[in-house]
């Protein structure tokens, strides 16, 4: 005996109900265990759990998020980036999106383009836990740019936005310049955080303890050849230092960029560095 249309279809409706239902609520937390491993620096395992989720959900935002955050060439992972900012804009994925694309360009020295993509990630999502950094690299990207008004437009809206945040406001800004403000500067939040490499998505100085690793950057017979790579290794947001060590009866002029809490995060920003500006590097643990 045969069904009718409305109960078959009805059946139908409920039979793929259970099957789908589970699975993505099975697949989102998959996604959130692989940003997890990434976060911790399990990349060997992280790659497992990508490949797996790639063969499923290939064009999901998550997996695509993901696979930018692993992705050790910057130009693929900035363009992965730049599709979940076009074609996901509503995905969760969307904020961390743009807060990396805002550090390649700024790596690339393309400090307008930066600027915009910072502009956008302060003005929808002013909860990122990152917002401090972004609002600081997008402050050095207008000066950059040289475009000083809007700046001090941005500087002034930003310090009503959030009155309890702290901000590392460049020297070059004057202070003075904004409504209502006198000789007192802004009490900027001093930190020698760098920028994230494209390449990992580094857990922030409060959820981990700093100062394990450092990276060695060069070294030079000569300061002013260390202080001028110095120099460049900063013009594009990392700190460093120059420390001075006798090798067979000479001084050298080592640089050293940054502190990190684990070899992975060292690691990461060393990526960053050759891929912004072609200067080899690796981590050296801090005695």
Not at 80 to 107: P, T, V
Not at 125 to 151: E, T
Not at 166 to 179: K, V, Y
């Amino acid at each position: 005996m045969r069904m009718g249309n409305t109960r078959l279809n009805k059946i139908i409706v409920l039979l793929v109900a259970c099957v789908i239902g589970s699975p993505v609520t099975s697949f989102s937390q998959d996604v959130d265990g692989l940003l997890t491993l990434i976060r911790e620096g399990e990349l060997d395992s992280a790659k497992i759990v990508l490949s797996d989720l790639s063969f499923a959900h290939p064009g999901h935002p998550g997996v695509r998020y993901a696979r930018a955050l692993i992705q050790t060439d910057a130009l693929i992972a900035a363009g992965l980036y730049k599709d979940i900012i076009r074609n996901h804009s509503n995905s969760r994925y969307m904020a961390g999106s743009l807060m990396h694309l805002g550090e390649y360009y700024y790596a690339q020295g393309l400090y307008v383009q930066s600027r915009q993509s910072f502009s956008r990630l302060i003005r929808s999502y002013s909860d990122y836990p990152d917002i401090v950094d972004a609002v600081n690299m997008s402050l050095r990207a207008g000066i950059a740019s040289r475009q000083m008004d809007s700046v001090y437009a941005d500087l002034a809206d930003i310090v009503k936005r959030f009155p309890d945040k702290a901000f590392d406001i460049p020297e070059e800004l004057d202070i003075t310049r904004l409504p209502g403000r006198t000789t007192q500067a802004i009490q900027p939040e001093l930190s020698s955080a760098p920028l994230r490499g494209l390449g990992a998505e580094l857990e922030s100085s409060a959820s981990k303890p700093a100062g394990e690793y450092v990276l060695q950057a060069g070294a030079f017979g000569n300061f002013d050849n260390a202080r001028r790579l110095a120099d460049q290794i900063e013009s594009i947001g990392y700190s460093t230092s120059i420390m001075e060590r006798m090798s067979n009866g000479k001084t050298l002029f080592i640089i050293m960029v940054g502190e990190y809490a684990t070899r992975t995060d060292a690691a990461s920003v060393a990526d960053m560095l050759e891929a912004a500006l072609g200067i080899p590097s690796f981590p050296v643990a801090i005695n």
